[in-house]
């Protein structure tokens, strides 16, 4: 009689350790980065002085330009105009803000970048009697871009290090203390972060157009040292 009732008891049994062997056999899920939205910059700026010879100096020369001597950086090749770079500045800042409509977790996602920048302060003086005029000065140079681009981030949970890369193109506005104009740029570049700071380093290529003294182009390539808030 007793191992009757056992026999009857042992499916009982086992039905009720069904739903715990499931529960067991979930597979884990690891904790999730959360996404973010917004991100929030500080730049510091190093700026390559990049083609000079021929933007902006061809432009404002009218014609080719090849390397001269000392005093002198460049000259035209028929000798009658002279040039001296007197300052490229380097050093600038910027402040930018990131927005990322789908959020930014792990995988690509959509970036959209707004910033103002410093452009170099440029002083050229021209010499020689075919000069087209005595000096070109452009200073307290701001840009105001806006642009967009693919984010690829592999972000940790938490206080955990990420990182994730990017690359961004857009155009923009440029102003300074005496001509204006416009602008295109590219950038690349990526960052790592640990819960919501982080930092960025990033090479971006700004070609700026101005219409005064004559059409001219110039070229900007800032390397930028990011400093990153996200949340």
Do not use: C
């Amino acid at each position: 009689m007793a191992a009757l009732a056992a026999e009857l008891l042992l499916p009982v049994e086992l039905a009720a350790q069904v739903p715990a062997l499931q529960q067991a056999a979930q597979p884990y899920t690891p904790p999730q980065a959360r996404r973010q939205f917004v991100t929030v910059t500080y730049d510091w700026l190093y700026i390559w002085p990049l083609h000079l010879d021929n933007f902006p100096i061809e432009d404002l020369v009218g014609m080719e330009v090849d390397e001269a001597d000392p005093p002198y950086d460049y000259r035209t090749p028929d000798g009658r105009t002279l040039v001296d770079v007197v300052e490229f500045k380097r050093r600038g800042h910027a402040v930018g803000m990131t927005v990322y409509p789908f959020g930014m977790s792990v995988g690509p996602t959509l970036g959209i970048r707004g910033s103002i920048e410093n452009l170099p302060d440029i002083r050229i003086r021209f010499d020689g009697p075919g000069r087209p005029f005595d000096s070109y000065t452009f200073t307290g140079g701001i840009a105001y871009d806006i642009g967009a681009g693919v984010y690829v981030a592999d972000r940790a949970p938490g206080w955990g290090l990420g990182s994730y890369a990017f690359v961004i193109g857009g155009f923009g506005k440029v102003t300074s203390d005496t001509i204006g104009g416009r602008r295109y740029f590219a950038e690349g570049g990526g960052g790592v972060q640990t819960g919501p700071v982080g930092f960025e380093l990033s090479l971006k290529f700004g070609w700026n157009k101005l219409s005064e003294p004559v059409e001219h182009r110039f070229l900007s390539v800032p390397l930028n040292m990011r400093a990153t808030v996200s949340f």
